[in-house]
């Protein structure tokens, strides 16, 4: 069964630099999402991804944040200073376009911020 | 704003008995609603989505209803197994008209053997 994949698993970093997660959703799915869940909270929606731009994206996903789409498989979501408030699980999700309303989600990436 | 809320208190339930799991939301009429199983240190995994126009939909052992009126969904695991111990997730559309999702914090499930 087809399924998004997340790396890395675990990332750890220190305040101030760049991270870059990826996601490899699944193959026909044409919409793309990256939700956070700090550890004890909810999960929360940061942005979603259509078409080569950003369709959607919550108060979370200020500047810091930015998403790419660099080739036909990878989406990836750069936080480019990280603060120490960043740590969280980090999930990917993806989505047919036409019918489906059902998001899957990636296994995530534990980011850790130091 | 729209809110979503679910029992924070874990549920603990005899193996075998039908475990009752509740979301309430306020302040929007979504179209649908999913159901989310997570495991600790995991992505959430889809069960079952539920839209408007349904009040009861089925997948093996799980069942979730859908009432508009009193803006609630029951998600009901029966002859539940230590298995099915896990955090239960209720989701809706967010109400900017577009799909992402907003979470419910989660219902968690203990089954005892």
């Known amino acids: 069964e087809p399924e998004v994949t997340q790396t890395p698993s675990h990332q750890v970093t220190q305040m101030g630099q760049e991270v870059i997660l990826r996601c490899v959703p699944i193959s026909n799915h044409l919409y793309f999402y990256w939700y956070r869940q700090i550890l004890g909270q909810k999960v929360e929606f940061l942005v979603s991804f259509y078409n080569n731009e950003i369709s959607e994206k919550s108060e979370i996903f200020d500047d810091q944040f930015s998403v790419e789409r660099p080739d036909g498989s990878n989406f990836t ?4 200073s990280t603060k120490l408030e960043d740590s969280a699980m980090y999930f990917c999700a993806s989505r047919l376009l036409a019918g489906g309303d059902t998001q899957y989600f990636g296994p995530g990436t534990r980011l850790t911020v130091l | 704003s729209q809110k979503i809320e679910q029992n924070s208190e874990a549920l603990n339930i005899q193996e075998g008995k039908t475990a009752t799991l509740t979301c309430n939301y306020t302040n929007y009429s979504p179209a649908y609603l999913q159901w989310y199983r997570q495991d ?7 069960l079952l989505l539920i839209r408007e126009n349904e009040k009861e939909k089925r997948k093996e052992r799980l069942k979730v209803t859908f009432d508009t009126t009193l803006k609630q969904s029951l998600f009901h695991i029966t002859a539940s197994q230590p298995a099915d111990s896990a955090t239960y997730l209720c989701a809706l559309p967010r109400d900017t008209g577009r799909r992402a999702l907003t979470f419910g914090s989660g219902t968690r499930l203990q089954v005892q053997p």
């Open chain 2, 40 to 46: 600790p240190g995991r992505g959430p995994v889809f």
């Open chain 1, 77 to 80: 979501l750069k936080i480019r």
